[in-house]
């Protein structure tokens, strides 16, 4: 998983600085870090149902605006690259990686302070995981854990102030599916896992 993150993080990078000359000058990239407000998780299956709050996290992202349709609004992609959760009260820990496109629509034409609606919807990758000494018990009586991605949506408001420093607000929800192997039986069971959160994230605007 991490190689395939690397490989779409320089691939953005490249894909930003091998278009610069030609972008026209309203094109933006947009660096940003981000706290959870509020996170829960929720894990289902045909036969449990089971939902957790999750403790705050930080994530770091990267918007890259390209494309106007409008005066006031912009599509682009993006990438938001979570450090791991842990649920309240479990062992569980949890980690998406969303890769996106979105949209952006300008509410004003003020550069003091320009009031925006966002949405974005992509593909995320999907980590599950336990600590080691756990991650070793469960081995040791012969269950095994994998997982795998899911879709991405969210949608939000923010505010470019000075149209430099960017604050944003967002509502998201993240998919993924965790499938669990029982080596004795040749058995595996997945797990459907759902994380829903607010968050708040501030950053700086390059513009081209």
């Known amino acids: 998983m991490k190689k395939i993150i690397l490989t779409l993080a320089i691939a953005l990078v490249i894909i930003f600085l091998g278009n610069a000359p030609s972008l026209a000058e309203s094109n933006e990239l947009i660096v940003k870090i981000g706290t959870d407000i509020n996170g829960s998780a929720s894990l289902k299956s045909m036969e449990i149902s089971a939902d957790f709050n999750t403790e705050t996290g930080l994530a770091i992202e ?17 990438i938001e690259y979570q450090l791991i959760r842990k649920l309240v009260n479990a ?48 081995k040791a009586i012969g269950m095994l854990f994998s997982s795998k991605g899911g879709i991405h949506y969210g949608a939000g408001c923010g505010v470019h102030v000075h149209d430099s420093l960017v604050i944003e607000l967002i509502y998201s929800m993240y998919n993924g599916t965790i499938n669990t192997t029982y080596e004795d039986y040749g ?22």
């Open 187 to 208: 058995l595996t069971i997945g797990l459907d896992c759902n994380y829903s959160k607010i968050g708040l994230t501030i950053g700086y605007k390059i513009k081209n």
């Open 62 to 78: 990267a918007d890259y605006y390209f494309f106007p349709i409008s005066e006031r609004a912009k599509i682009g992609c993006g």
């Open 91 to 138: 062992e569980d820990m949890i980690q998406y990686i969303p890769i996106y496109g979105m949209g952006r629509m300008s509410l004003s034409d003020s550069d003091s302070f320009n009031f925006y609606v966002i949405g974005r919807i992509g593909y995320n990758l999907f980590n599950y995981d336990f600590p080691p000494e756990i991650k070793e018990y469960y």
